[in-house]
């Protein structure tokens, strides 16, 4: 992940003027050290772009939390703006969509499935604003997920099942081309449902044998992406009497979605000069 996060970073840098660091969340380099890469270049205003596509609390939020607290205690002249969940962006859901299907272009499948990254379901009643319209353990209708609410803007559920909406549509798939499940749980808590590894234990007797899975809560590939899916899940897929396994690579260092974040830094780069020269 951090080799794939590199390129991007080295990739995006060529682009554009602004300074660019690169920071990890859980990991290394962290916040603090690019934010402190940014600070010894001179820089006070600073856009933080959270590589997830759509709001979860243990990614998005957290990274815009402690990124609040480090500048309070160590850069206060800086301040900070960031990029929301960018799930339903047009530029998004089209380089997602093209990266989709040049991979399987000359493929035969049966069936795509986007496979999210699961979340406890308290995470997503957590998450829910109006504190009343979520229902995470709906998954065979996912009603509120359906149904307009002020809750979406920060519903990890949500926000997964409208970039498969999107995606599908852009791609022209059928419904019964394409399923959507969660990867990566832990034991207690019920997490977001239906589970990736019971869908793919249970294919291959109703009939899918030949499998393309997509991983879109992500935008480089990792031990979720690699091993999770393209390894352990293959081989649980093979074993249950499916024929041919298609992992879709992550974007990573694809030119269409480095151009996309670029010309998104440099809209807010633009912006930022127009108020300063305004004096406001």
């Not at 299907?101 to 997503?124: A, C, M, Q, T």
């Not at 519903?155 to 498969?164: A, D, G, I, N, V």
């Amino acid at each position: 992940m951090i080799v794939l996060s590199e390129r991007l970073t080295k990739k995006v840098r060529t682009k554009t003027t602004l300074p660019v660091a690169l920071a990890m969340r859980y990991g290394s380099p962290s916040i603090k050290t690019g934010l402190q890469e940014l600070h010894d270049k001179g820089v006070n205003e600073v856009l933080i772009v959270p590589l997830y596509p759509q709001h979860a609390m243990a990614t998005t939020e957290t990274i815009l939390v402690l990124a609040e607290e480090l500048r309070q205690q160590f850069f206060p002249k800086m301040t900070f703006s960031d990029i929301p969940a960018f799930y339903h962006r047009k530029d998004y859901i089209k380089v997602l969509g093209d990266s989709i299907k040049n991979h399987l272009e000359g493929k035969e499948w049966d069936k795509i499935l986007f496979s999210y990254h699961g979340i406890p379901e308290r995470h997503v009643r957590k998450s829910d604003i109006t504190k009343k319209h979520c229902n995470p353990s709906d998954s065979k209708n996912f009603a509120c997920c359906k149904t307009s609410s002020a809750a979406h803007e920060f519903c990890y559920k949500h926000q997964c099942y409208e970039t498969t909406k999107q995606v599908v549509a852009y791609l022209g798939l059928q419904p019964h081309q394409y399923f959507v499940s969660f990867q990566s749980r832990l034991a207690g808590d019920p997490w977001l449902q239906p589970y990736t590894d019971k869908i793919l234990e249970k294919y291959p007797e109703e009939g899918v044998k030949k499998l393309a899975v997509v991983t879109p809560a992500f935008v480089s590939d990792c031990l979720e992406t690699l091993e999770e899916i393209a390894m352990e899940g293959k081989e649980e897929f093979l074993e249950a009497g499916g024929e041919e396994f298609y992992a879709i690579p992550c974007m990573n260092d694809n030119d269409d979605w480095v151009q996309v974040l670029v010309n998104w830094i440099e809209a807010w780069g633009l912006k930022e000069e127009a108020t300063l020269e305004a004096g406001i």
